[in-house]
């Protein structure tokens, strides 16, 4: 049996890893060996930044809340204890939004909390 070389097998796989690898710096995105670790870590890379852009946008999402409820005398704490004491269940990423575009209904939601914190 004649003996099978891994050319085209081997080939396939390298440009498989380069293309992925394209944009990167230097020897990074032109030698196999060193793209195929650079291709790993980024693998780490993505796999972490992908939960932590769910922790990003909580965070966004809270320090507007905050900026549009002072403009109207509260703090972020007394305005969300407010909306859960009057039992809305609106999440941050709606509140955000309604703090940005509408202005005049969130004023609606910060008056509704107002009025059940004290």
Do not use: C
């Amino acid at each position: 049996m004649p003996r099978a070389k891994t050319g085209t097998v081997r080939r396939a796989r390298h440009k498989r890893v380069l293309k992925r690898a394209k944009g990167f710096w230097g020897l990074r995105s032109k030698s196999v060996r060193v793209a195929t670790q650079t291709l790993l870590n980024a693998a780490d890379y993505e796999y972490r930044d992908r939960r932590d852009k769910k922790n990003d946008f909580r965070r966004l999402w809270i320090t507007r809340i905050n900026a549009a409820t002072r403009l109207e005398g509260l703090s972020y704490s007394r305005f969300m204890h407010g909306l859960r004491q009057a039992g809305v269940e609106v999440d941050r990423k709606m509140l955000a939004d309604l703090a940005v575009r509408e202005p005049e209904s969130f004023r609606q939601f910060v008056e509704l909390a107002k009025g059940t914190s004290r």
